[in-house]
């Protein structure tokens, strides 16, 4: 262990969903550790697992502190907008046998009950680097769409994160965090499709986005485009 047992709570925890776009690409992705096993590691023993960042919070830390410093430690990732979004409670949720074996080297009472606080990010791919730490042997971005079977309840916690986003991108800024800081519509479109995972109709789509009250029109549009230049757009900054 990093820490003793003794500095944790060990029926809280803090999970954190690190959702990517690669604009380039045009995907949604997932940001996802493997699991370190016991060392020595017994192959027949452990079978490691893929999983979202995520740790029982410390006696003497709050549950943003927890989640900033998860990121950091687990996927050396600092400075992240983190919104909180849900908490888990399913009395089961550790209990699968699948975890067992890992549970047994992290946890002062591997059978204890833990309620997690889940964590939103919104990252650009193309701006985070991140990297192996603490118990996570590997760091992997995986697409929404071929997501493994996880760690205890992450499938759930990653799809509850995506149902949020789905339902409001518009009240979360999906398109400020994952966009360039000045995009045409259609790379917002492009960006919402992914999201949404279906096509949309351009011109309802323009429509209703051009009523959004987060929007402004920039005085400015693409320059050294084969095809008509398109105007460009931004969001407007956050009251702080």
């Known amino acids: 262990m990093k820490d003793n047992f003794l500095n944790y709570n060990n029926y809280v925890s803090v999970d954190c969903v690190v959702l990517g776009y690669n604009e380039v690409e045009n ?27 995520g740790d029982l919070i410390k006696e003497e830390e709050s549950l943003d502190e927890a989640a900033a410093r998860i990121l950091e430690d687990l996927v050396n ?36 009950r833990v309620i997690t606080v889940a964590y939103l990010a919104l990252v650009r791919i193309d701006q985070i680097n991140p990297s192996a730490g603490y118990f996570a042997e590997q760091t992997t971005w995986r697409s929404i769409k071929k997501i493994p079977k996880l760690a205890f309840d992450h499938n ?19 398109g400020r965090e994952l966009l360039p800081n000045k995009f045409t519509l259609s790379q917002l479109q492009n960006l919402y499709e992914v999201i949404q995972n279906k096509e949309l109709d351009k011109r309802n789509f323009r429509k209703s986005i051009k009523n959004n009250e987060y929007l402004i029109t920039l005085d400015e549009k693409q320059k050294g485009v084969l095809h008509k230049p398109a105007q460009y757009y931004a969001f407007k900054k956050p009251k702080k």
């Open 27 to 53: 995907k949604l992705q997932v940001l996802l550790i493997k699991q370190k096993g016991p060392e020595p590691n017994t192959a027949e023993l452990f079978k490691p697992q893929y999983a979202i960042p």
């Open 77 to 112: 990732v600092k400075g992240l907008f983190l919104e909180q979004f849900f908490t888990f409670g399913h009395p089961d949720r550790v209990k699968d046998p699948k975890d067992a074996d890992w549970l047994s080297t992290r946890r002062k009472d591997p059978l204890a």
């Open 156 to 174: 759930t916690i990653v799809s509850k994160a995506l149902d949020i986003i789905r339902e409001h991108p518009e009240q979360h800024l999906v």
